[in-house]
């Protein structure tokens, strides 16, 4: 490449010459692979997406038929009610899975870290099982559990409703958890809930065992309670975590594709309540052909969520998402 | 539980929580239980539901014991789809992903960790960049790709993209620089081997743990994919096993027996694996998000 590079250094032999040559050059060669692969995979279909978000094209027609038609794309999304019900939708399950993942996650990670020292290998495990697992082999199941006349989940509600004392809490009817314009939203967010919980737990473990320990000793010594220690010392301590915890849930909850896909079905299920964002991009790509229409819909969730994750950073964390150094 | 162990650092760690008092001890091991009751229950199900026909499953009350329609339901689901053929073609998607990204990613890896060079730095900020890009951008113009390089309905548009992670790269780089002392690099260089001999006969046997922990992230990730093989697959014969599931999942008469017999031979190897790696896995999984 560089002819310059071995005229400068005459006096050695081939081989040495050899040697500073591929010492020189071996890491951005070793290094490349990803580069290259971003480049076509990653780089350009994002710049690509960016032209064609302001171009009218059915692919089917090939290259040729693109016409260049402005922020029309943007403009049709933005004034398709079906667009910002998505968005609704988006951001209801997206709250009401994100905030009790982490209510849930923290308590059962301080629950596991003071309590379980034996078996807290085994019991977070547990826990973390459902985020390996194949989501659509879950929803699956729960789109069994979720049934209305004989599902498990039903069943075992009228079974506590018949409890003594606490059986007024639950509901004298079954639900029909999925043909329910008011209960698709929870169920769905139910699923994902009981999905990354564990992976939150696995977090917030990690960040509890990072606090040193003569902090409790010391608050003890001081009189503090367990209760007193968790509010004034593990959850300040926490903070970091956290805003890494929240910010994975906030990008990954804004994309909600496959739960909401496979319980709802690609329709949205009923009233379209369980239409996400991304579902109905892959709606307008896949079924009405709509390249153009669908490539500006990712750049306005985009935009979305940066700002949301910026918000975010500004409110919540104090350093980078990756402050490597 | 209070019983100290003789060990001293048992001793230290049960010392440190003074303020525990049983009673919260007591609250919250009913609410882990619970907890792990809720998390395990769906899994149950799913074996139970496999060995259940379809009126058993939507009895009342559901079948909660296992039933004798195991082999029926089986046999129902390889007439409705090949589904050994689409467990094959997860298993050679991710098998090929694995393989290429264990590669790829360590040997740059070793390049981030174990070279000065220009923009080193700037360059490697740029590979964690990359994982702050949301796939939903991603979604058409990768439809668009594929259909322009005709790799539709082929495993390759899926494992090929996915030779190299940053995740992975960010694994390796931390690991070889914080496990591989650079005399040894040093050494193999006076010894006259060449860079790469360097990376294949030192670097590589050293590696086993970090390997072995992104090898088995990678693995799941892919056999767990749904939305890349959604957009490249279109015939029953290439379907990966998830899509399987979903193809099987009609709106009407859907065989729920067999269904969930399909689902079980999914999550089987899933858990096969989570059986024995478990610890390897959630460290590798959450070392990504918290070291980060």
């Given at each position: ?289 709509d390249a153009g229409l669908a490539a500006a ?29 | ?191 006259g081997a060449t860079e790469f001999g360097i ?94």
């Open positions: 490449m560089r002819a310059g590079t071995s005229a400068a250094t005459p006096r050695l032999s081939l081989g040495a010459r050899w040697n500073n040559f591929q010492r020189r050059y071996a890491p951005y060669i070793f290094i490349s692979p990803f580069f290259i692969l971003f480049a076509v995979f990653g780089l350009f279909p994002i710049v690509f997406s960016l032209y064609l978000s302001f171009h009218e094209w059915q692919p089917a027609a090939g290259l040729g038929s693109m016409e260049f038609v402005g922020w029309r794309n943007f403009t049709d999304n933005l004034t398709d009610p079906t667009f910002w019900q998505s968005l609704r939708n988006t951001a209801v399950i997206a709250l009401e899975s994100g905030i009790p993942q982490h209510l849930i996650a923290i308590p059962l990670a301080f629950a596991i870290h003071m309590g379980l020292r034996r078996v807290q290998g085994l019991v977070t495990a547990l826990y973390f099982l459902p985020y390996i697992t194949s989501v659509v082999a879950i929803s699956v199941i729960f789109v069994t559990i979720f049934s209305w006349q004989y599902g498990v989940l039903n069943v075992l509600l009228t079974g506590l409703r018949n409890l003594p004392l606490i059986g007024g809490l639950f509901p004298a009817e079954k639900i029909n958890w999925l043909g329910n314009r008011e209960f698709l939203q929870p169920a769905v967010a139910s699923v994902v809930v009981w999905r990354y919980v564990g992976w939150n737990v696995v977090l917030y473990l990690s960040g509890l065992q990072a606090i040193p320990r003569d902090l409790y000793e010391a608050a003890s010594v001081d009189g503090a309670t367990t209760w007193q220690q968790f509010r004034h010392i593990t959850l300040p301590l926490l903070r970091p975590i956290m805003f890494v915890a929240v910010t994975l849930t906030l990008i990954g909850n804004l994309q909600l594709f496959e739960e909401p896909y496979i319980i709802a079905g690609d329709s949205g299920g009923i009233g379209n309540m369980a239409l996400t964002t991304v579902m109905y991009m892959y709606r307008t790509y896949n079924f009405y052909s819909m990712s750049w306005l969730l985009f935009i979305l969520i940066g700002g949301l994750t910026f918000v975010n950073n500004r409110v919540f964390g104090r350093g980078r998402l990756s402050g490597s150094d | 539980m209070a019983v100290a162990t003789p060990r001293p650092r048992r001793a230290a760690a049960s010392h440190r929580r003074p303020g525990t008092i049983p009673l919260s001890r007591g609250a919250a091991v009913a609410l882990l239980v619970l907890g792990a009751l809720i998390t395990v229950l769906p899994f149950y199900f799913m074996f139970v539901f496999a060995t259940h026909t379809r009126g058993e499953i939507f009895n009342l009350p559901p079948p909660v014991w296992f039933g004798d329609n195991l082999g029926q339901n089986y046999g129902s689901l390889l007439e409705r789809t090949p589904f050994w053929r689409n467990l094959w073609n997860s298993f050679y998607l991710a098998a090929m992903t694995t393989v290429t990204t264990l590669f790829f990613c360590s040997l740059a890896g070793f390049g981030f960790a174990m070279y000065n060079f220009r923009f080193r730095e700037p360059l490697f900020g740029v590979v964690l960049a990359t994982l702050l890009i949301p796939n939903a951008l991603n979604i058409v113009p990768f439809a668009l790709i594929m259909q322009a390089f005709g790799w539709i309905d082929t495993p390759r548009a899926l494992w090929v993209p996915g030779m190299a992670s940053a995740f992975g790269i960010f694994l390796m780089r931390q690991y070889i620089g914080s496990a591989i002392p650079r005399e040894l690099v040093e050494a193999a260089r006076i010894d990376y294949r006969r030192v670097i590589l046997p050293l590696c086993g743990p970090a390997l072995a922990t992104l090898g088995l992230v990678t693995f799941i990730n892919s056999w767990n994919n749904f939305l890349g093989p959604l957009i490249i697959f279109r015939s029953a014969q290439t379907f990966t096993a998830p899509l399987a599931l979903r193809s099987m999942q009609g709106l009407v008469n859907t065989d729920w027996g067999a269904l969930m017999c399909g689902v079980a031979l999914t999550v089987v190897p899933l858990l096969v694996i989570f059986f024995f790696a478990s610890r390897q896995l959630i460290e590798g999984l959450t070392s990504g998000a918290l070291k980060g």
